[in-house]
C-alpha cells in the first residue's frame, strides 16, 4: 500500500470514530507503530487530524472547527433533527459531546425550556445560546482534546441525578452493543446511561457493525437508535430484535 493510500485510510478511520489508536492502525494495515506514528505525525503537522500520545484525534473535537467541514456533515444534520424530536419542554436531559450532538443542538428550536446536564464543555458553550435552557456542567478532571469532563468526581455528581433521557454519539456499534476506545469516557458513559430513564444512541449508519475494545453497554440498554437511514432499512433487523426503537 502507497503512504498516500495508507494515510487516507487513517483519516477515514480517524473521522469516522472520531479517534483512532496507533496500535489499532497498525494492526489493520499490518505496518508498524513507528511508520503509523509517522504517519500521524506527518497528517498532524498538516492540519488533517490532532496528534495525541497513543493514537490520534478528529479536527473536529476543536470547538472553533468549521462545522460544514465535519465528516458525514448532511446526514449529521438529518440525525439531529430526529434526535431533537425527542427533547421535550420540561425534560432534563444527559447529553454528551461530540460532532453529532453538536448538530443536534444547533436543531433544539429557541423556544425549548429544558434543563441540559453535560460532561462535555463545547457541547455546554453551545447550550449556552439558548435562552430558555439551563445548562450544568459536570466539572472534574478536563481532557483538552476532547474538551470532556471525566474522573470520580464526574462519576459521582451524574450519579445523583435522574434524568428523563441520555443521548449520546458513540464511535462504534454492532448487535452485541456500544463500544469505545477510551477508558475514562466509557466510564462516565455508562453513569450517564444509568442515571436516565431512557437512552438515545445518534450515529451515522457508517459505524453500524463496527467494534472497539471497550464496552460501553448492551444493545438491551438503549431506547432508541438514530441514524441518517429510514426506519424501515434492513440493516436495522438485528437492533430492532433487541426491543429498540429506530428513529
Do not use: W
Request: net charge neutral; with cysteine; aromatic share 6%.
Amino acid at each position: 500500500m502507497l503512504k498516500r493510500e495508507r494515510q487516507a485510510f487513517i483519516m477515514k478511520q480517524v473521522n469516522l470514530h472520531n479517534r483512532a489508536l496507533s496500535a489499532d492502525l497498525g494492526a489493520m494495515l499490518n505496518v508498524s507503530e513507528d511508520t503509523i506514528r509517522r504517519d500521524l505525525n506527518e497528517l498532524a503537522e498538516a492540519g488533517e487530524l490532532i496528534k495525541v500520545h497513543g493514537g490520534a484525534l478528529s479536527k473536529s473535537y476543536h470547538y472553533d472547527y468549521v462545522p460544514s467541514s465535519t465528516y458525514a456533515f448532511s446526514e449529521k444534520t438529518i440525525i439531529a433533527q430526529k434526535a431533537a424530536s425527542l427533547i421535550e419542554n420540561g425534560m432534563f436531559v444527559m447529553i454528551g459531546g461530540g460532532t453529532t450532538v453538536r448538530e443536534l443542538v444547533r436543531a433544539l428550536p429557541q423556544n425549548l425550556h429544558a434543563t441540559f446536564f453535560t460532561v462535555s464543555l463545547t457541547t455546554a458553550l453551545q447550550l449556552c445560546d439558548h435562552p430558555n435552557v439551563e445548562v450544568i456542567f459536570f466539572g472534574g478532571q478536563l481532557v483538552k482534546n476532547s474538551q470532556i469532563s471525566v474522573g470520580g468526581e464526574v462519576i459521582s455528581r451524574i450519579n445523583d441525578i435522574s434524568a428523563d433521557l441520555c443521548i449520546l454519539g458513540t464511535n462504534s456499534i454492532d448487535s452485541e452493543g456500544i463500544t469505545d476506545s477510551d477508558l475514562e469516557a466509557v466510564q462516565v458513559k455508562k453513569a450517564m446511561i444509568k442515571a436516565c430513564k431512557r437512552t438515545a444512541i445518534v450515529t451515522i449508519s457508517e459505524k453500524l457493525g463496527s467494534t472497539q475494545r471497550l464496552r460501553v453497554c448492551e444493545l438491551n440498554d438503549i431506547d432508541f437508535l438514530i441514524t441518517e437511514l429510514s426506519p424501515d432499512s434492513p440493516r436495522f433487523s438485528k437492533y430492532t430484535q433487541r426491543g429498540m426503537i429506530i428513529l
